[in-house]
């Protein structure tokens, strides 16, 4: 949700989506208006409206499954192998509604913590670059350092 505006999350996007292969496809759908349930409701409709028919559905939600980075490599590895379009679901500054959870073939969280959402989009693009990265055996992720 939402349109990126340039500055520093925007960067942290770039910078890791150039490094992942193939990059992830971003698609913008702009933020809905009026009270949080009506912006739920709306956002929910375009959401579901931008998903690619078929596609293998994973929410970003605060409450979904929060692997390390191993455990994303395995996830991916499971996404890669099921033949179907992938499309990560990040919602607005609302979350997102039930109907998009519902509809989620998988929920996925990034910790307890809540990110703003257009951070949400480099953090996840980091994260399946290091994913990536264990998969291939890249150096980049450092499985020898402490927890």
Not at 12 to 32: D, Q, T
Not at 69 to 76: F, K
């Amino acid at each position: 949700m939402g349109r990126a505006r340039g500055g520093p999350e925007a960067a942290l996007f770039e910078h890791h989506n150039s490094r992942l292969r193939p990059p992830l496809v971003l698609r913008e759908i702009p933020e809905g208006q009026g009270a949080p349930v009506e912006i739920r409701r709306r956002e929910a409709a375009a959401i579901l409206s931008a998903l690619p028919d078929g596609a293998l559905a994973v929410a970003m939600d605060l409450g979904g499954e929060a692997p390390d980075s191993e455990g994303l490599a395995a996830m991916a590895t499971g996404w890669a192998e099921s033949g179907r379009a992938l499309a990560f679901v990040i919602g607005g500054a609302e979350g997102l509604d039930p109907v998009v959870l519902a509809r989620a073939d998988q929920r996925l969280s990034l910790g307890r913590l809540t990110w703003p959402h257009m951070l949400v989009r480099g953090l996840l693009a980091e994260a399946l670059f290091r994913a990536q990265c264990i998969r291939t055996g890249h150096p980049y992720h450092r499985a020898w350092r402490p927890g």
